[in-house]
């Protein structure tokens, strides 16, 4: 839960049981929690006093227990592209970046779901900010609450939320139950509503979450793969020692073979030199064949003080006809909001470090 004030409940960090829970433990019957839930994400009301079809006496009330407090927009950067890039503040010094990509068909908001990152893949500008803290339940759907409210809650306009990508800093399987409980929020129709396939998470690659995932709620999962074999996606993502590539395929492949339509996207991001040889597009065809998945090419996008280059555009065509050639779907991500440093990979936000991130993550590994 958001520390806001200690003693008042932030309503932002409830999904709908939660919420029912809430309201029954005030001694209200629990479809309180539904005309809620309408208030803050179908109107955009965060007001008790405007919330009419509540009673004075439990308005009242609501105001001494609890609060409903999004995080702060701290700045907006809009690009030549159209894309959006808010900085999103949480107090403290930390703040992550959201990022609203409208499409000719579709508007894709891009969240965050930690300050910063364990995980230290050795490509990603996010890693090498260091790891603060996971963010709250509130401080996750708070980003979608406010880029809705910025976009000014436009339910057909042009610059209209269709999908939500947990793509932005952190990795949202180590923060399960507040991500868990902002997706139910983001699937819920007394919430924003969004279809299965409308709601995606990206992961490096944490096995057991996969599953914990697969069990739970039903999203749209994409995984970031970034090579097709061990020794070198060990240099890209540190996690591929722990759930190496053999493991990650299964647990992609139960999460598919379920009972519900569900899809899995790899992404790959091109870097040149390192993972973008025709042999690696032979590999990741026989490595990914079988499996019925579609795979995003990310150009990679450089950040101060990295040493990586983007791939030339001609090998990136390259792979992709050798992959598209072997049988699998694969489209190149276009690169986006560049301008304004709001591409995969560029996001950075201010993360105060506070600890050693390699002991940051040995604790959350333990807890998985
Ligand atoms: N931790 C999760 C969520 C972050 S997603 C994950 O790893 O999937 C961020 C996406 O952008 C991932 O696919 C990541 O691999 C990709 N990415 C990171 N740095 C990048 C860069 N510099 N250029 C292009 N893509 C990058």
């Avoid at 932002?12 to 019957?29: C, N, P, V, Y």
């Avoid at 795979?295 to 990295?306: D, K």
């Avoid at 049988?327 to 991500?333: D, H, P, S």
């Avoid at 690169?335 to 040995?362: E, W």
Wanted: charged content about 25%.
């Amino acid at each position: 839960m958001t520390a806001v004030d200690t003693n008042r409940i932030n309503l932002f960090d409830l999904d709908e049981i939660q919420m029912r829970a809430f309201f029954e433990s005030i001694g209200e019957k629990p479809f309180r929690a539904s005309q809620m839930l309408k208030w803050i994400y179908h109107q955009g009301i965060t007001d008790f006093d405007q919330m009419t079809n509540l009673s004075i006496e439990l308005r009242r009330r609501l105001g001494q227990v609890a609060i409903i407090e999004p995080p702060r927009v701290l700045s907006e950067q809009l690009s030549i592209d159209g894309t959006t890039k808010w900085l999103i503040g949480f107090g403290g010094g930390n703040a992550v970046e959201t990022v609203f990509i409208p499409e000719t068909n579709r508007g894709t908001l891009c969240i965050s779901s930690q300050v910063g990152c364990a995980l230290n893949c050795t490509f990603c500008a996010t890693g090498a900010q260091g790891f603060n803290r996971n963010l709250s339940t509130a401080e996750i759907i708070g980003q979608v609450w406010l880029a809705a409210q910025a976009l000014g809650h436009e339910r057909n306009g042009k610059r209209r939320i269709t999908n939500v990508v947990l793509m932005g800093m952190g990795e949202p399987l180590l923060n399960f139950d507040a991500v868990v409980a902002a997706l139910s929020l983001l699937r819920n129709d007394l919430g924003f509503g969004f279809a299965a396939k409308r709601v995606t998470l990206s992961t490096a690659g944490l096995v057991p979450g996969i599953e914990r995932l697969r069990e739970t709620i039903d999203v749209a999962l994409a995984v970031s793969l970034h090579a097709p074999e061990d020794a070198l996606r060990e240099t890209l993502v540190p996690l591929n020692r722990k759930y190496p590539i053999a493991e990650l395929m299964k647990s992609c492949a139960d999460y598919v073979s379920d009972k519900h339509k569900r899809t899995v996207t790899f992404e790959y991001t091109l870097i040149d030199g390192v993972n973008d040889h025709p042999d690696h597009a032979r590999q990741l065809v026989r490595l990914l064949r079988r499996l019925p998945s579609k795979l995003n090419l990310i150009p990679f996008n450089p950040f101060p003080g990295t040493r990586y280059r983007c791939s030339p555009e001609h090998r990136i065509r390259e792979f992709q006809e050798i992959v598209m050639a072997g049988g699998l779907i694969a489209t190149v991500r276009k690169t986006r909001g560049n301008d304004i440093d709001a591409a995969c990979g560029q996001l950075a936000g201010k993360v105060l470090d506070r600890t050693r991130r390699s002991q940051m993550f040995r604790e959350q590994m333990q807890r998985i």
